[in-house]
């Protein structure tokens, strides 16, 4: 693996007995900057249009502090299938130790059969920076100031 840096993060089947069958999360080839996660449900799920699913992957990690994983979508899934990450990107904190799942929501128009071992997501490994306030009168000036959504125009 051709990756900058690798940090070590620990990880644990729930119920190493039932899931087997299944993979620990992996980049799938070496330019990979998320780990795709399968999907550790039990049998076959129809997820209807417009459906808000969360799905277990049947492990917990234990990730370094000042770090993140962020669960995102998988690109095929969303683009084919309208299938997406209801929270995008979700967030994995470092102090965290349940199952991971991933929150899974139906924009396409037909049903789509999800089944065990199918790759719903993918995890990035994240560095965390925190911000400290600085409370001050008043902000500095700039060209675009308080301008919002769409402000900026299309070029």
């Known amino acids: ?89 979700g967030t994995i904190d470092s102090d965290y130790r349940g199952e991971v799942k991933i929150g899974l929501v139906h924009l396409g128009k037909e049903p789509f059969r999800l089944k065990r071992g199918d790759r719903v997501g993918q995890m990035i490994l994240a560095p965390v920076v925190t911000a400290k306030w600085k409370n001050v009168e008043s902000l500095d000036e700039t060209k675009r100031g308080s301008g919002g959504f769409g402000h900026t125009g299309l070029r």
């Open 1 to 89: 693996m051709s990756h900058l840096r690798n940090v070590e993060v620990e990880i644990s089947w729930i119920e190493p007995q039932s899931t087997r069958d299944l993979h620990l999360p992996a980049y799938e080839t070496s330019g990979s900057a998320g780990m795709d996660i399968e999907a550790a449900i039990q049998s076959e799920l129809i997820i209807e249009p417009g459906q808000i699913v969360l799905i277990p992957t049947g492990f917990a990690v234990a990730i370094p502090a000042g770090y993140e994983f962020q669960i995102r979508p998988r690109s095929g899934l969303a683009v084919k299938h309208g299938l997406t990450i209801i929270n995008s990107p």
